[in-house]
């Protein structure tokens, strides 16, 4: 594998790094905090959970950041395929392969800049960026009561009905990430690590 071609730039890995912490924090404070109601306010694990939040925020503006002006990593054509004729077929083929080799019960080769992985991934950016713009405007403009309606209703609905999509990306994600690790496939320290 040539380092070159695999290596991501600081702030991408700094970006991923920050995002998924924040993110796994994000989720598990989710299950076990307690919401202010009127008159009552909420536990340690909210605030957590704000907090977290707006950390998040912070990381997905740097992860945009960091898109729009590294030189190495995934070209954002790639992260974006949706409205390329040509990318689109790509990302068609790479998922009749996986499909392919998954139902020979085996793991489908790596590829660094494979056009199924790197949909996903921007998949992921996006489902990650509407979590956390729902939850920052929430944070501001919040009545206290996450069950008004209105926009506050709006914002709390989508944020509530990605979480669980989240879960499954962290989840599906997080586990491929270790199968091609322990697989050679792949070194998780390509994105972990925090070197020059």
Same mark, same amino acid.
């Given at each position: 594998?040539?380092?070159?071609?695999?290596?991501?730039?600081?702030?991408?890995?700094?970006?991923?790094?920050? %995002?998924?912490?924040?993110?796994?924090?994000?989720?598990?404070?989710?299950?076990?905090?307690?919401?202010?109601?009127?008159?009552?306010?909420?536990?340690?694990?909210?605030?957590?959970?704000?907090?977290?939040?707006?950390?998040?925020?912070?990381?997905? %503006?740097?992860?945009?950041?960091?898109?729009?002006a590294r030189r190495l990593g995934?070209?954002?054509?790639?992260?974006?395929?949706?409205?390329?004729?040509?990318?689109?077929?790509?990302?068609?083929?790479?998922?009749?392969?996986?499909?392919?080799?998954?139902?020979?019960?085996?793991?489908?080769?790596?590829?660094?800049?494979?056009?199924?992985?790197?949909?996903?991934?921007?998949?992921?950016?996006?489902?990650?960026?509407?979590?956390?713009?729902?939850?920052t405007i929430y944070y501001f403009i919040n009545t206290g009561?996450?069950?008004?309606?209105?926009?506050?209703?709006?914002?709390?609905?989508?944020?509530?009905?990605?979480?669980?999509?989240?879960?499954?990306?962290?989840?599906?994600?997080?586990?491929?990430?270790?199968?091609?690790?322990?697989?050679?496939?792949?070194?998780?320290?390509?994105?972990?690590?925090?070197?020059?």
């Amino acid at each position: 594998m040539d380092t070159k071609e695999t290596r991501h730039n600081f702030f991408t890995r700094l970006a991923h790094m920050g %995002l998924a912490l924040a993110t796994i924090t994000q989720l598990v404070t989710s299950l076990i905090f307690v919401a202010p109601s009127p008159g009552k306010s909420g536990n340690i694990w909210y605030e957590i959970h704000e907090y977290g939040g707006l950390t998040a925020f912070g990381f997905v %503006l740097l992860f945009w950041l960091a898109l729009t002006a590294r030189r190495l990593g995934t070209a954002p054509g790639l992260l974006f395929p949706w409205f390329s004729g040509p990318s689109l077929r790509a990302v068609w083929s790479d998922t009749k392969a996986h499909l392919a080799a998954v139902t020979r019960f085996r793991l489908p080769p790596f590829e660094e800049h494979g056009a199924l992985a790197s949909a996903v991934h921007g998949l992921g950016l996006l489902l990650v960026t509407a979590m956390v713009a729902t939850g920052t405007i929430y944070y501001f403009i919040n009545t206290g009561n996450s069950d008004a309606g209105g926009l506050v209703g709006v914002l709390m609905f989508v944020h509530k009905t990605l979480a669980n999509v989240v879960w499954a990306y962290l989840i599906g994600h997080a586990g491929l990430a270790v199968i091609h690790h322990f697989t050679d496939n792949l070194r998780l320290t390509e994105m972990w690590s925090l070197k020059p």
